[in-house]
């Protein structure tokens, strides 16, 4: 099956400037990305997604890219703000109908430093 | 969004629980994660269509209902302390779309 490890753990970083987090995959078959922030008590939130067929996707200061040659997929955030900390989840599906569901990364605790 | 019940409850090894999710508006497949504490949520199984069409690396003690208003219910036979969790309810739309999930906020299970 899908095994996905995600990098750092924790991540500290200041006011304004940029984050990125980093996820490898195992399964040369997985074809959807999604990444989700999880705030305290609540659920988590999708923030942006990709799919094989691209290599970049960008929403705003988010921004997500995908090698599939090394199996890696990273987030990047520009310009952070105090409501960008949270855990942030990478996971990755190798099921189009999404009945294999989502195998996700164990998660990094994003902390923005004011 | 997606709505779940309880939010917390506590019971003991051994014993049955059930919990609720009713899904987004629109929204025909529903799936359950387990999340316990520190990790990232884990696949447990996705309903369609009333059928469980998906299951993850959990034992036949866990098991689901879909009603046709798209509601779903997680059931829990014979718990184990390990069960202790928060419980995750995503609905999606069938197709391509169905691993784009919009979650609950959770059940949190405690077993003592």
């Known amino acids: 099956g899908e095994n996905v490890e995600q990098h750092p753990s924790t991540l500290s970083v200041q006011e304004g400037d940029s984050a990125v987090i980093k996820c490898t995959y195992s399964?040369?078959?997985?074809?959807?990305f999604p990444w989700y922030k999880q705030e305290l008590g609540k659920g988590p939130q999708l923030i942006i997604d990709?799919?094989?067929?691209?290599g970049e996707k960008k929403d705003q200061r988010i921004a997500v890219t995908l090698n599939k040659t090394a199996k890696h997929f990273s987030l990047h955030i520009t310009e952070t703000q105090p409501e960008d900390s949270a855990v942030y989840f990478c996971?990755?599906?190798?099921?189009?109908?999404?009945?294999?569901?989502?195998?996700f990364g164990k998660g990094t605790h994003l902390i923005i430093q004011p | 969004g997606v709505t779940q019940s309880p939010t917390h409850l506590i019971k003991t090894r051994g014993q049955q629980v059930t919990l609720r999710c009713s899904s987004q508006s629109g929204h025909n497949t529903v799936s359950w994660y387990q999340q316990a504490l520190g990790q990232g949520p884990q696949f447990i199984f996705q309903y369609y269509r009333k059928e469980e069409n998906g299951r993850g690396n959990f034992p036949p003690r866990f098991s689901g209902l879909q009603f046709p208003n798209d509601s779903s219910e997680l059931n829990v036979n014979a718990l184990e302390l390990d069960d202790s969790a928060l419980y995750l309810c995503?609905?999606?739309?069938?197709?391509?779309?169905?691993?784009?999930?919009?979650f609950g906020a959770g059940s949190r299970l405690t077993v003592l």
């Open positions: 990709i799919r094989s067929n691209v």
């Open positions: 995503a609905s999606s739309l069938s197709g391509l779309g169905a691993n784009v999930l919009t």
């Open positions: 996971a990755a599906s190798d099921s189009g109908g999404g009945a294999d569901g989502l195998t």
């Open positions: 399964d040369s078959a997985s074809n959807y």
